[in-house]
């Protein structure tokens, strides 16, 4: 379910270059970069406040832009205020699978996913890329505060069932994603899966920015200068993890 944060922040100045379109039956955001040789994309998995708000798709024109990722694809998932995430799922895996399928040859499929999109950004690093297929479904994982999760155990099976690159970017003021439950995870983490730059395989990284709340990465409170740097940092973040990565 949500939580009274996601519901607050600001609008950002600026204008969207990307299109608003059909793919796979559902509406979504696409951006792409004016030029680029990657048949790579990008799902983008929004708040709440969906694939029309201002942010979210400058934030996606910033990840295609800077990455050069071939698009992002921003998804719109249907949202209620009492909506359990898990209920999304099924839709998000069939339009993720399908967006896989159609990548060219050698193309690599990432997600990011915020807030309430950051549990089925999350899930789909289960997934393979069809019910019949050993192949992993994602390449790449981003979340920014991400809730609805099961921790540790999710984050613990992202990274571990398909070895799949997982970063995550945590507000050390969140009341979705305590700073207690973070660290338990990235305890359980080393555990289980070691360091994370590739031990055993596996590759993570959990980022806590001190001082910010649930929602920065994509809404930064106007009057805090330390949760705009914070987003700013979360956004350099993803872009290099993405292009690590894909």
Not at 48 to 69: E, P, R, W
Not at 90 to 111: N, T, Y
Not at 143 to 169: E, F, N
Not at 212 to 240: L, M, N, W, Y
Request: with cysteine.
């Amino acid at each position: 379910m949500s939580c009274p944060d996601c519901f607050k922040g600001s609008a950002k100045d600026g204008t969207p270059t990307g299109k608003l379109t059909t793919l796979y039956g559902k509406a979504a955001y696409v951006a792409s970069p004016p030029k680029t040789t990657s048949q790579s994309a990008i799902i983008y998995l929004p708040d709440a406040f969906g694939f029309k708000f201002i942010n979210n798709q400058l934030l996606a024109d910033t990840y295609a832009s800077i990455v050069t990722i071939f698009r992002v694809l921003f998804v719109a998932i249907p949202f209620a205020t009492k909506a359990k995430p898990e209920k999304a799922f099924p839709g998000i895996l069939e339009f993720a699978r399908a967006v896989k399928k159609d990548l060219p040859v050698g193309g690599k499929l990432g997600v990011s996913g915020f807030c309430w999109g950051g549990f089925s950004s999350t899930m789909l690093c289960l997934e393979t890329a069809a019910p019949d297929s050993k192949e992993r479904l994602i390449e790449a994982q981003f979340c920014a505060h991400p809730s609805g999760l099961d921790l540790p155990r999710a984050i613990i099976d992202a990274v571990t069932t398909h070895k799949v690159p997982y970063s995550m970017a945590a507000a050390q003021e969140d009341m979705m994603l305590s700073l207690k439950s973070v660290d338990a995870t990235e305890a359980a983490l080393r555990q289980q899966a070691g360091t994370g730059d590739g031990e055993n395989g596996y590759n993570y990284e959990i980022v806590t920015y001190p001082k910010c709340s649930h929602g920065f990465a994509v809404r930064a409170k106007p009057d805090s200068d330390v949760e705009t740097e914070a987003a700013g940092k979360a956004c350099e973040q993803a872009i290099s993890w993405f292009g690590k990565w894909l």
